[in-house]
């Protein structure tokens, strides 16, 4: 008996100590001298299934930047001619931040004002500075879409659900490629494509009951798109029409 003890108490520890939010670093550059060659690194990460890449463009393609992974301290990187340079000087092509997925505060990345949710890839940018991709589940993307996409204080449930599955309508339509052009990547968190500027964190009572319905919109839609034939229909939609 004291030995089934022993093991389960080592496994617990185990699972616990493997939720701990990560920097994860490939392995680092060797320095750039003529005479030797750059060890190999790997290459960069792909979302998981059910996850899409939102590119930050407005964040731009900054030098340097600062995260924060739910209570923790503030994380640093910059980009140090061919190379992105994170607090512990570790040098390397590319870094993800990969918070802790199970627990809801601490799996969020902040930047700036803004809260995102999933796991965010910085890269070398080849016009200068970073590079910077959000990796996001797909319904965590599209409650976001909605709440920047509307006036939700106002909007009844029908209206959030509706904008929910004309998010999602779109979004999968640009990465499938049935919107006439050819398959995509990743999405703009810009007006290039919906307006996406991370979670909506509530700031009361008030707020949280949003919050519950913009999950509820995503959520109750799941998996529903428009569709004409056998295509994802590119439904696009726009917040003014000049009055």
Not at 24 to 47: D, Q
Not at 52 to 76: E, K, M, N, Y
Not at 201 to 226: H, N, W
């Amino acid at each position: 008996m004291q030995h089934h003890l022993r093991l389960l108490l080592c496994v617990t520890l185990f699972a616990l100590g493997s939720c701990a939010p990560t920097l994860y670093v490939p392995r680092p550059i060797e320095s750039n001298f003529k005479h030797r060659a750059e060890r190999p690194t790997l290459p960069a990460p792909a979302p998981h299934p059910g996850e899409w890449r939102v590119r930050l463009s407005t964040l731009g393609t900054p030098a340097s930047i600062a995260l924060t992974v739910g209570a923790d301290q503030p994380r640093f990187i910059r980009r140090v001619g061919n190379a992105l340079r994170d607090s512990n000087g570790n040098l390397a092509p590319w870094i993800l931040v990969q918070p802790d997925r199970g627990l809801r505060e601490r799996g969020r990345i902040r930047i700036k004002d803004r809260v995102y949710p999933g796991s965010i890839l910085l890269e070398l940018e080849p016009s200068g500075g970073m590079r910077i991709t959000n990796f996001v589940a797909s319904e965590d993307y599209v409650a976001a879409v909605v709440s920047a996409e509307l006036a939700i204080w106002s909007a009844p449930p029908a209206l959030l659900q509706t904008q929910a599955i004309a998010a999602r309508s779109y979004a999968l339509a640009q990465l499938s490629g049935s919107s006439g052009n050819p398959p995509r990547a990743y999405l703009f968190d810009s007006v290039i494509d919906q307006a996406y500027r991370g979670a909506f964190i509530p700031g009361s009572e008030a707020t949280r009951k949003l919050e519950l319905l913009l999950q509820a919109a995503a959520e109750d839609t799941r998996g529903l798109v428009l569709s004409y034939g056998n295509q994802v229909v590119d439904a696009r939609f726009h917040a003014a029409c000049g009055g």
